[in-house]
Nanobody, 126 residues
Framework: QVQLVESGGGLVQTGGSLRLSCAAS????????MGWFRRAPGKEREFVAG????????YYADSVKGRFTISRDNAQNTVYLQMNSLKPEDTAVYYC???????????????????WGQGTQVTVSS
């Protein structure tokens, strides 16, 4: 069982930055592939970014590529999402997710993830 707790959301102006953190419980964090997802009002949940178990492979949605950076610190059981050049369309509740994964690489399908955090609100004002 893994518990995930996100933090770092808030209100920011267009062009601003935020850094989201997701702290995980447990002693096997390095065996989990991690992902960030978001859900905007009236829209379905969408993949934002993912990172492999060791952190050597990352993948981003086209909408955030070049602006967001996912990283992880396995010693601290934490995954991060650095968000720069934020736009109003980035407004959403952001969730981190984890799945034990025996392969390298990134998982993009939300249905594959086993554990989810409670979410943190990000609001970008125009």
């Amino acid at each position: 069982q893994v518990q995930l707790v996100e933090s770092g959301g808030g209100l920011v102006q267009t062009g601003g930055s935020l850094r989201l953190s997701c702290a995980a419980s447990g002693r096997t964090f390095s065996s989990y592939t991690m992902g960030w997802f978001r859900r905007a009002p009236g829209k379905e949940r969408e993949f934002v970014a993912g990172i492999s178990r060791s952190g050597d492979i990352t993948y981003y949605a086209d909408s955030v590529k070049g602006r967001f950076t996912i990283s992880r610190d396995n010693a601290q059981n934490t995954v991060y999402l650095q968000m720069n050049s934020l736009k109003p369309e980035d407004t959403a509740v952001y969730y981190c997710a984890a799945v034990p994964w025996q392969y390298s690489g990134v998982v993009r399908a939300p249905s594959t993830y086993r554990y989810w955090g409670q979410g943190t609100q990000v609001t970008v004002s125009s």
